[in-house]
């Protein structure tokens, strides 16, 4: 059974940082893609940025390009995502995410879900 677990949340200022973790589990990744994902209040959940377990290639939403890199740790099998310079409207709830195959931008192409962790950003 593969389960995602999101960490690294929580309250921080315009500008400031943070660095999400996902810890996956439950099989081995190899030939996954894993993707962050974000939800805001009355939005849709939307991609933020994603990464192939097998050849690290990565990729970002234009919203957030240049301030957030997503990483992975095979030997944990956990993957980053490291955001800087952070805005008000990054607030969101974000989710990691993981699907056979390529990364895809769309949310309902991806088979295993972690239940969120709250990044709130203040003015």
């Known amino acids: 059974q593969v389960q995602l677990v999101e960490s690294g949340g929580g309250l921080v200022q315009a500008g400031g940082s943070l660095r999400l973790s996902c810890a996956a589990s439950?099989?081995?990744?190899?030939?996954?893609?894993m993707g962050w994902f974000r939800q805001a209040p009355g939005k849709e959940r939307e991609f933020v940025a994603g990464?192939?377990?097998?050849?690290?290639?990565?990729y970002y939403a234009d919203s957030v390009k240049g301030r957030v890199s997503i990483s992975r740790y095979d030997a944990k099998n956990t993957v980053y995502l490291s955001m800087n310079s952070l805005k008000p409207e990054d607030t969101a709830v974000y989710y990691c995410a993981a699907r056979l195959g390529a990364v895809r931008v769309d949310s309902s192409e991806y088979d295993y879900w972690g239940q969120g962790t709250q990044v709130t950003v203040s003015s």
């Open positions: 990464i192939s377990w097998s050849s690290g290639t990565t």
């Open positions: 439950g099989r081995t990744f190899s030939g996954y893609a």
